[in-house]
């Protein structure tokens, strides 16, 4: 799938413009949060220092929750099934209470700190909608639990914009898996048909959300690993080359007028 001017709603593959629409939920990693391309090795690195692991001890635990996390990942392209930072550090022979690993896990949260915050057009975008009576949602997969997102929302200022969120976290599910987004409507008290979803992975955030009835605009902005891709045959509702777009796109469905 390439990047594209924004799609005419109601074309073959898309949604009807008979719905109205009661929310907009957000995918959080490359779309409320800018993309940054991470280095995943370099992340259990710092957790490994932080634990107080040295010289082959380093590598040696680097490694090991490295291939673990990835092997969650991995099932949950394939199966669908979610994971827990805690799961993960258990597969990789840690105790999650352990001091040293509480110690690691802080130092992880650190380095991953910068790449966290939410992207500047995000307060603005979310009280326009908020303002046409729209409500806000996060859908997200992720290891980590409910309150740490929340403090991030908290910290940049936004949590009180979110009138429900979800994380993979706290359910069986990851994105594309339906039931996660039939969850995700059910947080912001909405029909999955009266939802759009944005996201900038196309076989999570497009082939996901429609799977539920819902629209999707997809952000073609995001480097993804060749390796995080899986092919479909999803085309999105619509593209989104800048967040400001998004107002645009769904004022225009909101009325049932085709976009321009």
């Known amino acids: 799938m390439t990047a594209s001017s924004p799609l005419v709603p109601g074309e073959e593959g898309q949604a009807p413009l008979s719905r109205s629409i009661d929310a907009v939920i957000f995918d959080w990693g ?113 290891i980590w639990d409910r309150d740490y997102h929340r403090e991030i929302f908290a910290r940049d200022g936004v949590l009180h914009l979110i009138d429900g969120d979800l994380y993979s976290s706290e359910t069986p599910w990851v994105k594309p898996r339906t039931e996660i987004f039939v969850a995700a409507a059910a947080a912001v008290e909405a029909d999955p048909t009266r939802c759009v979803y944005v996201g900038d992975r196309s076989f999570e955030d497009v082939h996901g959300p429609q799977s539920a009835g819902m629209r999707a605009i997809w952000i073609p902005h995001s480097d993804i690993p060749e390796s995080q891709q899986v092919s479909h045959d999803a085309t999105p509702d619509a593209v989104a080359h800048d967040l400001a777009d998004i107002e645009h796109i769904v004022a225009q469905w909101s009325v049932g007028r085709p976009l321009r």
């Open 30 to 142: 490359g779309t409320i949060t800018p993309w940054h391309t991470v280095d995943h090795r370099a992340q259990w690195h710092a957790f490994a220092q932080g634990m107080g692991a040295i010289a082959c001890s380093l590598n040696d635990t680097a490694s090991a929750v490295l291939a673990a996390e990835d092997r969650a990942w991995e099932r949950g392209r394939r199966e669908g099934s979610s994971a827990r930072l805690e799961e993960i550090l258990r597969e990789a022979g840690l105790e999650p209470e352990h001091e040293a690993t509480q110690a690691g896990v802080a130092a992880y949260r650190e380095f991953w700190e910068p790449h966290t915050f939410t992207h500047p057009a995000i307060p603005s975008l979310w009280e326009a909608l908020r303002a046409k009576g729209i409500r806000i949602g996060v859908l997200s997969n992720t």
